[in-house]
């Protein structure tokens, strides 16, 4: 007992002498996503928080961003935030402005709940205010969203009810409650009307073990299948699974993901599912419609985009189809957003390879330009210099890539001295 007392003190002792005191915190960086605002609400008669994140580059340009408004910001202000900041990096997205509203528990049931005065009275301070407020200090274009969850995404039908005028899209998570009875959409009707190029969307969703939520999604798009007014495009979908993959409080992060495909399903890169489909929808010539028209929507470049090219250019090679690839290459600039050196010099090998020697070596010398630490590309262009009876040239490249080897450690280093001896 003793042998142990004394062991246990010794463990206690040695863990006090490296435990960090609670008031000595670890310096660091702080990560931030967004900021804070006050908003001293007359509609709602008390002062209120939005949270509000900018893209990237929003001070470096002067342009104007669509925005999307979130509830229950305490939450999913950087949910939200951090996911459209991904989409945005894989061109799945225009960058945007996220906009939040912090609510406090219990008090926002009775501010959020569909169909009741104070809905109609937070929606005037939404449209008034928070809008308001947002399209005065930042700059936005005219594209918005409206993005909740359960009392939230019941909110979000409601808005779209009642003042479809508000928002574009609106993305409905486990949305309650959810009367289909009430719902007639007559003011998005009468909007149609006046504006027949009005396109609204909706997209809502409920967990299947969800049972009285899922019963109201259920019954809106039963109603919205035989009666869904001009003018809205709507999709739903019931999350499959039980409690450990997705429930009730968990269905938001599914959902807001799955809500912003679809609403952006025509701002994704192009990508056919494989090349017999690509060819049958019309090559190259359709991939340059469907950026124009990508363009005409969202005032994006006419181009064929970077992730396209890269992967009709994939495909290609991965099925020997030489006539597609020098078909992209001649229709798009593969360089137009660089991105990966390997893969451009993937590229120029695979020319090389096909007899196209001209066109390799002008791929890789534009990548050894482009990336002039890029150790493949180096190589592979001392290779090629090599091949074609260009000694001298070769021999510097096989320097170059000698000393990126080397401060690179790359396993590869004693291959490229060996060549560059076999040149001396």
Same mark, same amino acid.
């Given at each position: 007992m003793k042998f142990i007392s004394g062991l246990l003190f010794l463990i206690f002792a040695t863990n006090a002498a490296f435990a960090i005191e609670p008031s000595e915190v670890l310096a660091g960086e702080d990560v931030v996503i967004g900021k804070s605002y006050q908003i001293a609400s007359e509609i709602l008669g008390e002062d209120r928080e939005i949270l509000i994140a900018l893209p990237n580059g929003y001070s470096d340009t002067d342009q104007a961003y669509p925005v999307i408004y979130v509830t229950e910001g305490q939450w999913f202000f950087s949910y939200v935030s951090n996911l459209t900041t991904r989409l945005t990096s894989r061109d799945s997205m225009p960058s945007s402005i996220v906009v939040a509203v912090k609510m406090a528990n219990p008090r926002r049931f009775g501010w959020l709940e569909a169909g009741t005065p104070k809905a109609d009275q937070f929606l005037d301070f939404i449209e008034k205010e928070v809008i308001g407020f947002t399209d005065t200090n930042f700059r936005t274009n005219d594209r918005r969203m409206l993005v909740g969850w359960e009392y939230g995404g019941g909110f979000a039908i409601h808005a779209l009810e009642e003042r479809p005028h508000i928002f574009d899209a609106y993305i409905a998570s486990s949305p309650f409650p959810v009367d289909d009875q009430a719902m007639k959409f007559e003011a998005l009707k009468a909007l149609?009307? %006046? @504006?027949?190029? %009005? &396109?609204?969307?909706?997209?809502f969703a409920s967990a299947e073990v969800?049972?009285? =939520?899922?019963?109201? =999604?259920? &019954?809106?798009?039963?109603?919205?299948?035989?009666?869904?007014p001009e003018g809205l495009e709507w999709q739903h979908r019931i999350f499959a699974g039980d409690r450990t993959v997705v429930e009730h409080t968990t269905t938001a992060y599914p959902a807001f993901l799955a809500g912003l495909g679809h609403y952006y399903s025509s701002y994704r890169p192009y990508r056919p599912k494989d090349l017999a489909t690509y060819q049958e929808q019309g090559g190259v010539e359709y991939a340059k419609k469907y950026y124009a028209k990508r363009a005409e929507r969202y005032g994006t470049s006419t181009e064929i985009g970077p992730k396209t090219v890269w992967w009709l250019l994939r495909k290609a090679m991965e099925e020997d189809n030489l006539e597609l690839f020098e078909e992209v290459? !001649?229709? !798009?600039? @593969?360089? !137009?957003?660089?991105?990966?050196?390997?893969?451009? @010099?993937?590229? @120029?090998?695979?020319?090389?390879? &096909?007899?196209?020697?001209? !066109?390799?070596r002008d791929m890789f010398e534009r990548t050894v330009v482009e990336y002039p630490t890029s150790l493949r590309a180096v190589f592979g262009l001392a290779q090629l210099y090599e091949q074609i009876g260009e000694n001298p040239a070769a021999r510097d490249m096989y320097q170059t890539a000698v000393q990126l080897a080397e401060e690179q450690r790359s396993s590869h280093l004693e291959n490229i001295k060996s060549k560059l001896r076999a040149l001396q």
């Open positions: 149609v009307a %006046t @504006a027949p190029e %009005t &396109k609204k969307s909706l997209y969800e049972s009285m =939520v899922r019963e109201g =999604v259920e &019954k809106l798009a039963a109603l919205l299948r035989v009666s869904a290459m !001649a229709a !798009a600039d @593969a360089f !137009a957003d660089p991105w990966n050196p390997n893969w451009y @010099a993937r590229y @120029a090998n695979y020319l090389f390879e &096909k007899g196209r020697q001209q !066109a390799a």
